[in-house]
């Protein structure tokens, strides 16, 4: 009788270290981390300031390199940024003298593309993040959550296969958060796109993720994963969703491992 293989991570982190020279000393940032993403699936990761969690974006992006350790997508190793690979960061990073459809165009700006196809995708994800109506609006012009939101077509439009989100609704008010938390959920259901948040914000990963990750820190080290285990839409007020919550919580204000 035959047996299902299991199924390869699309992203894999293996034991991986890095550390950086600051003032002339060593500061070790992350140490032997290990893990492992599914397609499609959507990982958070919190912890306290200084626990490596966007040192593990910056390595998965490509714009840093691993001391020690390997990190793959798909089995091959990571070497510099790529296509396959979209990021969005806290601060929207538009060009103020650019149109929206101008700085989402840059996101495709080096594919090789037909100026008809490179329209034809700038066009669907203005629309995608319900921006119709503001492709020749400037950045001044918009509202930080109209801005993000440009950010994340950006960030989507070359197609890749993973989106990386290094805070990024941290900059804005409590109620445009939340909207865009639910804007962020429709995406990914359209898209299924995998996704890696960084936040500090235990009830946005509650919310939004199937997994996630407490990092303990300095140096930066994986505490422990949890799943999440509610199904999608999930109400912030029931007791589960409060449960999830406070247990991660607990774990973020433990004792914090010996390095």
């Known amino acids: 009788m035959s047996t299902a293989s299991p199924v390869q991570p699309i992203v894999d982190f293996a034991h991986v270290g890095k550390t950086f020279t600051v003032n002339g000393r060593s500061f070790e940032a992350l140490r032997d981390v290990s893990l492992q993403m599914r397609e499609g699936e959507f990982v958070a990761i919190v912890g306290s300031s200084g626990c490596g969690k966007s040192t593990l974006l910056r390595?998965?992006?490509?714009?840093?390199?691993?001391?020690?350790?390997?990190?793959?997508?798909?089995?091959?190793?990571?070497?510099?940024?790529?296509?396959?690979?979209?990021?969005?960061?806290?601060?929207?990073?538009?060009?103020?003298?650019?149109?929206?459809?101008?700085?989402?165009?840059?996101?495709?700006?080096?594919?090789?593309?037909?100026?008809?196809?490179?329209?034809?995708?700038?066009?669907?994800h203005i629309e995608l993040v319900g921006l119709g109506g503001f492709e020749q609006a400037l950045p001044h012009q918009l509202s930080g959550g109209m801005s993000q939101r440009v950010a994340i077509a950006r960030g989507l439009?070359?197609?890749?296969?993973?989106?990386?989100?290094?805070?990024?609704?941290?900059?804005?008010?409590?109620?445009?958060?939340?909207?865009?938390?639910?804007?962020?959920?429709?995406?990914?259901?359209?898209?299924?796109?995998?996704?890696?948040?960084?936040?500090?914000?235990?009830?946005?990963?509650?919310?939004?993720?199937?997994r996630v990750v407490v990092m303990a820190p300095r140096p930066g080290r994986v505490r422990e994963v949890v799943e999440v285990g509610l199904p999608q839409p999930r109400e912030r007020n029931s007791t589960a969703f409060q449960q999830r919550c406070a247990g991660l919580v607990e774990l973020l204000t433990e004792q914090p491992l010996a390095a």
Request: hydrophobic residues 45%; without cysteine.
């Open 157 to 210: 439009v070359a197609s890749p296969r993973i989106l990386l989100l290094d805070e990024p609704f941290g900059a804005l008010d409590a109620l445009t958060r939340r909207q865009m938390q639910a804007e962020l959920l429709r995406i990914r259901e359209r898209k299924n796109i995998t996704m890696l948040l960084v936040t500090h914000d235990v009830d946005e990963a509650v919310f939004l993720a199937d």
């Open 59 to 124: 390595l998965l992006i490509g714009l840093e390199q691993a001391d020690q350790g390997r990190i793959e997508i798909d089995g091959h190793a990571v070497r510099g940024v790529g296509a396959d690979r979209g990021i969005v960061f806290q601060e929207h990073r538009l060009f103020p003298w650019l149109t929206v459809t101008q700085n989402v165009a840059l996101g495709i700006a080096n594919e090789a593309l037909g100026a008809e196809e490179k329209a034809r995708r700038v066009q669907e």
